[in-house]
């Protein structure tokens, strides 16, 4: 693994010029509570898996998608992913397959926002394993990062400040939506321009 390429896949999903990353990674949390960190777990990891396969393809210039539309589908997935949220039935998630293929397939799109900048690191790379590999990995672990502050949050406003789960739920969903949501008008603009 490249140590680089770590660090860069942390920073860049921390970063808050790229929010957008963050976001669907907290309305992917929104729903889940400490004891559910395993489920969590594999949601993330989902979400790298999916990103993986697009940076991998796209690095190896497989696949080239318009950044405009990109720009547009990922927000357009935190949205679906909230609202999902928003209108799930029960507090705790059910089933995991729903959650899992959102991750799965949004961290596909997600991956292919990530492209143009990994392409731009990797150059004229003729071995690009270890450059992926690192940078993933450090893209999981900033993920994680990610998890974690939302589960400590979650915990102090559900078990310390005594809120339902369920409106907590719905107030992290709700404003995630919202923001994804002037994402998603930003993005509608830019592709009829």
């Given at each position: ?8 896949g942390w920073q860049h999903i ?91 397939f949004f961290g596909l799109i ?31 672990f900033g993920q994680l990062l ?48």
């Amino acid at each position: 693994m490249d140590l680089m390429y770590f660090e860069l896949g942390w920073q860049h999903i921390l970063n808050w010029e790229g929010y957008d990353h963050i976001l669907f990674v907290i309305a992917l949390s929104a729903v889940y509570v400490v004891n559910e960190w395993k489920k969590l777990l594999v949601l993330v990891t989902a979400f790298t898996i999916g990103h993986s396969i697009t940076l991998a393809l796209s690095a190896l210039h497989i696949i080239k998608v318009s950044s405009s539309l990109v720009e547009f589908l990922i927000p357009v997935t935190i949205c679906i992913t909230a609202l999902s949220n928003i209108f799930r039935r029960s507090e705790a998630p059910q089933h995991l397959q729903l959650n899992y293929f959102y991750a799965l397939f949004f961290g596909l799109i997600h991956g292919l926002g990530f492209s143009n900048y990994l392409k731009s690191l990797l150059g004229s790379q003729a071995n690009i394993v270890k450059p992926l590999l690192g940078f993933n990995i450090g893209l999981e672990f900033g993920q994680l990062l990610i998890v974690g502050v939302v589960m400590l949050i979650s915990a102090i406003i559900v078990n310390i400040g005594r809120v339902s789960r369920r409106d907590w739920n719905m107030f992290l969903s709700s404003a995630t939506f919202g923001v994804a949501f002037l994402m998603v008008i930003q993005g509608v603009r830019e592709l009829l321009t």
